[in-house]
């Protein structure tokens, strides 16, 4: 199962708001001047040793290098990511009705993190589970480990294993 988390005011916050990994070592912060919200290395981590793929998917036009190489400076090792450009390139692509900016769903994203309600709310129309974030709250990481598990164990009902 994939979960995946937007950046902007998810997982990159402001210190001044939010309690934050500390920064990179210099000259690297100069390079990655975003904090991390305190947890994300090790909730990501977390997810990934219980068998969970974990992808970022953001409306940013940050590269792909960009945000994989932030990551790997906090230990982090991400299996996707979804830009502002992929999205537009293999969502959007030359259709006249614009669609939302987020549809995880369009890569196998079971469960959605992001800060933004109206991207939540398309959970339920697009078929995708979606968590909202963005206030500081120090049991987000058990948060999300429990949501992931229910939309883990709920696809596991509607889909079981195939014996033999």
Partial sequence: MRVSFDLDEVLFVSPHTHKTEPPLPFPLRLFFAERLRLGTPALICELQQ?????WIYTSSFRSENYIRALFRFYGVRLDGVVN??????????????????????????????????????????????????????????????????????????????QEG
């Fill in 50 to 54: 219980l068998g969970y793929e974990v």
């Fill in 84 to 161: 502002g450009e992929r999205h537009l390139r293999e969502v959007q692509g030359n259709r006249r009705t614009p669609l939302p900016q987020k549809l995880p769903n369009r890569y196998r994203i079971s469960l959605h993190v992001d800060d933004e309600s109206v991207v939540c709310s398309w959970g339920r129309e697009y078929g995708y589970a979606a968590y909202q974030l963005n206030a500081q709250d120090d049991d987000w990481k058990d948060k999300i480990l429990q949501k992931a598990a229910e939309v883990r164990d709920k696809e596991l009902r509607a889909h079981p294993p």
